[in-house]
């Protein structure tokens, strides 16, 4: 699944278990796990460059999106993502 978000292409590249923001040039990608009805977030990962630019924070929200849409709960295995759905409580509701 490709689509447009905040006008950057997120994909669920299914061929290496992660979300990809495309920024510039550049991706910024969630690592994760399907099992069963859960998805575990392992990993959360920005280039240098992109690094305070917010393009982390709009990853999370596709891949928040993304797990809404297919039934999922969420495990934040990352302390990244594990204190981005702290600070956004809409998606508390999606916590395993």
Known sequence: ?????????????????????????????????????????????????LRGTGAAGRLMEGVMGQARAEGLKVVPVCSYAALWIQRHKQHADLLA
Not at 19 to 31: C, I, K, R, Y
């Open 1 to 49: 699944m490709s689509e447009s978000f905040s006008g950057e292409p997120f994909s669920d590249n299914r061929a290496k278990n992660r979300f990809e923001l495309a920024v510039g040039g550049q991706t910024v990608f969630a690592d994760y796990r399907r099992s069963g009805g859960t998805l575990l977030i392992s990993y959360v990962e920005a280039p240098p460059s």
